[in-house]
């Protein structure tokens, strides 16, 4: 029913309460609930890649521990073979060795510094420290620098009776996990 003022103009009812909500709530909530759908997607994916960060993270440590258990047997092998200064032995462990994936490459050094054996024969007889002056070798315990890629570097000390014989120096690059 229409109704009209003093000047002929007819006016609409208002819509009755009920529409009103209806016209207001039912686009309020759709949108509401695509809001919804997209936020618990987006921080879905986003833990999602936190696990995946933090599964790399925890693969690395693991590759590091087994690499520190693996390198002790290394150690003694190599100090076997430097009592008998037998170099060309320490050299076929080394090629063994570096055929293994992962492995960069594997050097030992003399007390001094001076590689003796390296599986990249251009390095014999040259410096470890002016090769990579940031690392230290005096230290009596296995170490491990960071080095860019997803690599590091190991020295293995390799102790004598009284002294320190040499150290085996090797890069290794940590696999990354295959997700599907």
């Given at each position: 029913?229409?109704s009209?003022n ?12 009920w ?14 609930l ?7 997607r ?25 690499i ?26 080394f ?19 001076t590689i ?17 002056p ?5 230290a ?19 102790m ?21």
């Amino acid at each position: 029913m229409k109704s009209s003022n003093d000047f002929g103009v007819t006016r609409r009812p208002k819509p009755s309460i009920w529409k009103r909500i209806l016209l207001i709530a039912l686009p309020l909530v759709f949108a509401l609930l695509v809001g919804g759908i997209f936020l618990t997607r987006y921080l879905g994916e986003e833990k999602a890649k936190e696990l995946v960060e933090l599964a790399e993270s925890r693969s690395v440590v693991l590759q590091r521990q087994d690499i520190q258990l693996f390198a002790l047997p290394l150690a003694w092998s190599v100090r076997k073979e430097l009592m008998r200064a037998n170099y060309d032995g320490i050299d076929d462990y080394f090629n063994e060795l570096i055929q293994r994936k992962g492995f960069g490459v594997i050097m030992l050094l003399d007390p001094a510094g001076t590689i003796k054996v390296s599986t990249d024969r251009k390095l014999q007889g040259s410096s470890f420290l002016l090769r990579y002056p940031q690392m230290k070798l005096g230290a009596p315990v296995q170490v491990s620098y960071a080095l860019p890629g997803g690599k590091s570097m190991f020295l293995v000390p390799v102790m004598g009776l009284n002294a320190r014989l040499g150290t085996i120096a090797f890069i290794y690059t940590y696999r990354t996990l295959s997700l599907p």
